[in-house]
């Protein structure tokens, strides 16, 4: 049976240090039993201390990409990550109109764990405008949030206020997540696409091993996806996945370390 095992793609950069980006969402879709592709939109010098540089694709090689996986493989599911910039996003836009990936999972990347900008500001419209409105799910952070919304976050309400304002720009289901929030819980906010909505919280660690999380969410959720779970069970899954590899930890680099992928790989 030609092209039956799940199967699901990443579209993003790369980390060098092998914890963010394509390199997360790899590993996290290996161990949530799919095969994963990858679509790869920048190349990013980057260990657990910081990014040093980066390179966005050129568009042709965006496009064969592409190309090359939809003529060969069946992707059941694909996400974005860094998108690097207006030129790259559109790009990326124009390739979801012209092959059918399945859901899409849009991971807003802004800014590294270290702080370096990954997408130009020029660029947030482009995600906001032509980007969500594709997305099956959206899943940015607070500040992510924030800069999507034009709004200030800062409290529950305001978490709930951004999610339907998110909705309202075209995402059919939003996870805004609470991991930039103060407190000994990390709680999330999730509104569907049939208007239910719920908090998934769970304690917070203390550990500086937390590069990549949003990636390996968002990957996490794909995976499931691809599986063809509904999005409520894969949310919820993907969830309990992330949270047992930051409480497993791993001790890699001397900065914001990786998460341990294989963790939660019997969750």
Not at 14 to 37: C, L, N, P, Y
Not at 45 to 67: C, H, R, W, Y
Not at 91 to 118: H, Q, S
């Amino acid at each position: 049976m030609v092209n039956e095992f799940p199967q699901a793609l990443t579209v993003a950069g790369t980390d060098s240090g092998g914890g963010a980006g394509v390199m997360a969402d790899i590993k996290t879709m290996q161990e949530r039993h799919v095969f994963a592709a990858a679509v790869v939109v920048a190349v990013t010098a980057q260990n657990t201390i910081g990014v040093s540089d980066f390179m966005a694709m050129p568009t042709k090689l965006i496009d064969e990409q592409f190309k090359a996986v939809a003529d060969d493989l069946k992707i059941r599911a694909v996400k974005t990550g860094m998108l690097a910039d207006v030129t790259s996003v559109q790009t990326v836009v124009r390739n979801f109109e012209t092959y059918d990936f399945g859901p899409l999972t849009v991971d807003p990347v802004m800014i590294a764990k270290g702080g370096a900008k990954l997408l130009a500001d020029d660029a947030i419209k482009t995600v906001r405008d032509e980007l969500l409105p594709l997305a099956t799910i959206v899943t940015p952070n607070l500040p992510e949030a924030e800069e999507l919304t034009e709004m200030h976050i800062k409290d529950e309400a305001t978490m709930q206020l951004a999610g339907h304002r998110l909705q309202e720009l075209g995402a059919k289901n939003v996870i805004v997540k609470g991991g930039h929030s103060d407190g000994n819980q990390v709680s999330d906010f999730v509104l569907l696409e049939d208007g239910q909505s719920f908090w998934l919280s769970a304690p917070r660690i203390d550990t500086v091993r937390t590069h990549g999380t949003g990636d390996t969410l968002s990957s996490a959720i794909t995976a499931e996806l691809a599986k063809e779970n509904d999005i409520e069970t894969a949310i919820r899954t993907a969830k309990k996945y992330v949270q047992a590899t930051i409480a497993d930890g791993i001790e890699v680099g001397h900065g914001h370390g990786p998460l341990n992928h294989w963790a939660g790989r019997n969750i």
